[in-house]
């Protein structure tokens, strides 16, 4: 079997047992188009990028319609080009961040999707706005006109037993709902986007409906 076909036999497989309505973004940081191809005619529902210039140079390479989701931490600087490439930003994280997305969206008359970023275990080495903060960013966004937020992200700790990632999964789960019943103008609060290869299942047990796979999809 080729390595695409070992990537194949392993999304559909990973799909196969996943709760009904769940998305698969696979994390493509590192892989090459023919992965990124591969796990798109599996079936996963995007491809998910950390670094714009990855985007920049694998999205003309793909054959086949697909989503684009930023999934990395976003600098302002390189919003511009970002609004261009992506589908969805899941990493807004500030007003300021916010504020620049409506500005390069405006100009080039995009509705773009973003998720807010909660840095669930607030570690002072990743990036997300901090979970009391998550409101007051949700009620600037709903006052802008080229955003849609439609749910929130987090990347939570990382811990050697996935299992102790369950009380930030929870707390974040916990906001979205909350969000959910703000009646927040222009707000549908339709992805909770949290798990990654080590810690998926426990995400999806505390409510993700949106995972970010890398390492179990392509298995290196």
Known sequence: MTDEGAIVARVRGIMQALPPGTSVIAAAKGRRPEEAMAALCAGVHGIGHNYV????????LIAQPAEWHMIGHLQRSKVKSAVRLFDMI??????????????RCAAIGKIMP???????????????IMPEQTEELARQISLMSHLR????????PRFGDPENARPFFRLVQELFDHLGKAHLPDI???FLSMGMSNSYRIALEEGAN???LGTVLFAN
């Open 53 to 60: 210039q990855e985007a920049e140079r694998m999205i003309p």
């Open 90 to 103: 899941q990493t807004v994280d500030s007003h300021e961040l916010a504020t620049e997305i409506e500005k």
């Open 114 to 128: 973003v998720l807010i970023e909660v840095n669930s275990g607030r570690e002072l080495s990743k990036t997300g």
């Open 149 to 156: 937020l439609q749910g929130l992200m987090t990347m939570g």
């Open 188 to 190: 549908e609060m339709r």
């Open 210 to 212: 949106m995972v970010r």
